[in-house]
């Protein structure tokens, strides 16, 4: 704090307008039919590049606003060819002003420009409008300072996230390893393991009903089979759902010990994801999904770990149906073999497993806490070194 007090302490800044000191300039319309596959990136209304083409209308250091769409207002910043569509480029004066420290203003202001967007239809974020916001202008000097601060915190917050990305990776890798070493069929001999289908290891129950339209605020706790596959894990001992004590009356039970699957999905891969309820509240489930009463032979959690392999999804895509819209039916679900080794066995192999997905999911949270906090850390600094008293000059 006291290098940025130093930093700004008596510095003379001019006010001055975007259009002042940066030419703004719109694209030039392409269309992907009409343009050749290439390597310089299309700027258009999204978050993205919109595809490649083999031509480029700016170089150099630019910044681009989106023009249109759902993302009209949309900052970014370039340092290479790029094609601008349907957006604007910003192109700073040098002698005045740094390109990086406009980038970093106009996200400081970033809210502003969204909402400059209008039309009755497809929102239009226009060049005139952007180049009317003033913008402080201290000494170049000053603004080389503010942009290696906040180009500094942009790239520790990068290279954390590359860092927790790539640990998040290699955890998950030596789960799955582990996960599939201890459930390995060709591994069992030495259990004296049995093979048995589902229907004789416990009870099956397809459910019925609860669209999310009964979802309430609280109430009964209820597992909806698309939060299967987007939001739990492994086990869980509370829902993200509730209906009412009416609504519940209609729909299947689900008790401590009970494992809810999936039967339908959009991909082969989400259908037979499974969840382990440890809740002491009875829930409920709906359509789309089964619940399992493990009998005392096995444990819900050593199944649903099982679920997890390719042991059961090789099983699980022979009996798989459709194509937009794949099910395995409750009745199909039945026929799936499960290996069972002595209950001892099981508990020592969901122990280890307990231990990797606790690991995993507690870096697969903190993952997007630190980002965010780290990003916070930036806008904090970015509002601090980019306000100035406002003076405007002419």
């Known amino acids: ?111 502003k420009i969204h909402d400059l967007q209008s039309g009755g239809g497809v929102p239009h974020v226009y060049a005139k409008d952007v180049a009317r916001f003033q913008i402080p202008i201290p000494p170049l000097e000053v603004q080389k300072e503010i942009v290696r601060i906040l180009d500094m915190f942009t790239e520790l917050t990068a290279e954390l996230t590359a860092e927790l990305t790539a640990e998040l990776t290699a955890r998950k890798q030596q789960y799955e390893y582990y996960r599939n070493k201890l459930l390995n069929f060709n591994e069992l001999n030495g259990w004296g393991y049995k093979y048995l289908t589902m229907s004789e290891l416990g009870i099956l129950i397809r459910g019925n009903g609860l669209p999310k339209s009964d979802f309430t605020e609280c109430g009964v706790p209820a597992i909806h089979y698309g939060q299967i596959y987007t939001y739990y894990g492994t086990s869980t001992k509370h829902t993200l759902s509730f209906v009412s004590v009416e609504t519940a009356k209609k729909l299947r039970k689900v008790n401590y010990g009970d494992v809810v699957i999936t039967n339908t999905s959009e991909n082969i891969e989400d259908v037979g994801k499974a969840v382990v309820y440890l809740g002491e509240e009875e829930a409920v489930t709906g359509g789309h999904a089964t619940i399992f009463k493990p009998s005392k032979a096995i444990t819900g959690k050593f199944f649903t770990y099982f679920t997890q392999t390719e042991h059961f999804a090789i099983q699980k895509r022979k009996y798989a149906k459709g194509t937009k819209v794949i099910d395995v039916s409750a009745n199909d679900m039945a026929k799936i073999l499960i290996p069972v080794p002595s209950p001892e066995e099981q508990a020592r192999i969901v122990s280890i497993l307990d231990k990797f997905d606790i690991l995993t999911t507690s870096i697969s949270e903190g993952l997007p806490k630190e980002i965010e906090l780290r990003k916070k850390q930036y806008e904090h600094y970015r509002d601090l070194l980019l306000t100035f008293p406002h003076k405007e000059t002419a």
């Open 1 to 111: 704090m006291n290098h940025l007090e130093k930093l700004l302490d008596g510095v003379e800044v001019e006010w001055k307008t975007l259009g002042d000191v940066a030419e703004l300039k719109r694209g030039t319309s392409i269309t992907k039919k009409t343009s050749i596959e290439g390597e310089f990136p299309v700027i258009s209304g999204g978050q993205q590049p919109a595809y490649f083409v083999d031509q480029f209308n700016r170089s150099g250091e630019t910044i681009t606003v989106a023009g249109s769409g759902a993302y009209a207002g949309f900052v970014m910043y370039w340092n290479e060819p790029i094609f601008v569509s349907d957006a604007f480029s910003i192109k700073a004066d040098e002698s005045k002003v740094l390109p990086r420290y406009i980038f970093h203003f106009l996200l400081n202001i970033q809210d």
